[in-house]
């Protein structure tokens, strides 16, 4: 593990007083195979559902993902108006699960923390609750965020608050989305050296986007300068670094450029963080106050 090196100087052991954890490929390994057919099922959903060109679909999966953070946000901002729900569940609905089996070392390390512990993905509940339930972890967290915590609206059309909202953030490039059917040519866009259109707004909140953390800090009750967040996304690390949470990268062993830590498994997490095993006594007050805080908050 690489670590900034004014960390153990502090030496306290309350530094932290929850540790906030992203779901895919980072709670089970990448190498489980998982990743690779969501993104598979995202592009027949494109294909499928959405009549994306077959010769276009791949490249524009990546560019969708890489200016707005997930495939689903990426599209609705460019005009495609699909259900949420009908989404997920095609993404989601023929992943073979089976590849992900119990993991009774990432249990017992987890429930030998005492200290808060919150998932925070950018997946659905359905999807989030088959993964820990899979990986035999359903009981070991104090709450849940993700899609839908974020995303409290679902609907398969443009309301007219977003209306609203979006013309007056973005009123240019989201005017073709009203009128109908045009859908803005995100592909031109990024072949673009300056760029000369603007790039419209999604109505998703999601990671790595400041407002899915800003959100999450309120609704967890999370003080992000107390909190270890574990990603295995530099981009999602990156964004909430700034934001003041201590960062985590999981799945690679060397340490980017602004990232604090790097574990290549999250089981090295007891080596990493010895710490968090001896702040029962100092925090066990108030960890049960705020469990309760957060089982009546967080609705996932
Ligand atoms: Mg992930």
């Not at 059309?157 to 005017?175: F, G, L, P, W, Y």
């Not at 309120?218 to 530099?234: G, M, Q, W």
């Amino acid at each position: 593990m690489e670590y900034e090196d004014d960390l153990n100087q502090q030496g306290s052991t309350t530094k932290y007083d929850c540790l906030l954890f992203d779901l895919d490929d980072t709670l089970y390994p990448y190498s489980s195979g998982i990743a690779g057919h969501i993104t598979s099922n995202i592009q027949e959903y494109m294909s499928q559902k959405l009549g994306v060109d077959q010769s276009k679909v791949v490249d524009m999966c990546y560019v969708l993902y890489k200016y707005y953070g997930t495939t689903l946000a990426g599209l609705r901002a460019i005009g495609y108006h699909f259900d949420y729900d009908d989404y997920h569940g095609f993404v989601h609905g023929t992943l073979p699960y089976e590849l992900l089996k119990p993991d009774p070392v990432l249990r017992n390390l987890l429930l030998s923390f005492p200290i808060r512990k919150v998932v925070f993905t950018n997946s659905d509940k359905a999807h989030t609750y088959e993964v820990l339930g899979r990986l035999g972890l359903e009981d070991c967290f104090d709450g849940i965020i993700c899609f839908e915590t974020l995303n409290t609206a679902h609907r398969s059309t443009v309301s007219q608050a977003e209306i609203t909202k979006n013309t007056s953030d973005c009123r240019d490039s989201v005017s073709s989305m009203i009128s109908g059917s045009e859908i803005f040519d995100i592909m031109e866009y990024s072949r673009q050296s300056n760029h000369g259109s603007t790039l419209p707004k999604t109505p998703i909140v999601c990671k790595p986007f400041e407002e899915a953390f800003e959100k999450t800090f309120k609704i967890a009750e999370i003080n992000p300068h107390r909190t270890l967040f574990f990603d295995d996304s530099v981009r999602n690390l990156l964004t909430s670094a700034q934001m003041g949470l201590h960062t985590v990268l999981v799945g690679k062993s060397e340490r980017p450029k602004g990232v604090d830590f790097a574990l290549e498994c999250i089981h090295n997490i007891k080596e990493a963080f010895p710490e968090l095993l001896e702040a029962e006594d100092k925090s066990k007050n108030t960890r049960y106050s705020q469990e309760v805080a957060i089982e009546t908050s967080v609705i996932a």
